[in-house]
């Protein structure tokens, strides 16, 4: 089954999720939110499947510059994915997916458990 990782090269969460399958001979795609854009369709599944509270990294440098009251307009999944489109590296990283799976952020221990 195919896999797609979700994300943003120079993160060094997404770099170690990548060296992660690597070593394992884990083959898979990489969609760069950068370059590639945000998956809109994609985005909406899986926050039916999550919850746009967890796609959303408030923890992150990008969610800290972000004017307090863009912060404060966030509510809801429609104003989550507005800031998520707009400013991509918000999206929690990385967003793998294979088939129905989709597993957001990397734990080693979870993915080797949905991965096989």
Same mark, same amino acid.
């Given at each position: ?17 990548? =060296?992660? $399958? /690597? ?8 969609? /760069?939110? +950068? ?5 809109q369709a994609e985005m909406r599944g ?7 509270? +967890?796609? %959303? #990294? *408030? *923890? ?5 510059k972000l004017d307090p009251a863009q ?5 809801? =999944? =429609?104003?989550? %994915?507005?800031?998520? #489109? ?5 999206? +929690?990283?990385?967003? %793998? ?5 989709? $597993? ?7 993915w080797a458990r949905a991965l096989g």
């Open positions: 089954m195919n896999i797609t990782l979700y994300g943003i090269p120079n993160c060094d969460t997404v770099k170690k999720a990548r =060296a992660w $399958l /690597d070593e394992r001979g884990v083959a898979h795609a990489f969609h /760069d939110y +950068k370059k590639q854009g945000v998956p899986w926050m039916k499947l999550h919850g746009w509270e +967890k796609l %959303l #990294n *408030r *923890r992150g440098p990008t969610w800290r912060q404060a307009s966030v509510t809801d =999944a =429609a104003s989550a %994915l507005a800031v998520m #489109n707009e400013q991509s590296s918000v999206i +929690k990283r990385p967003v %793998l997916v294979r088939g129905d799976t989709v $597993l957001v952020g990397f734990d080693a221990d979870e």
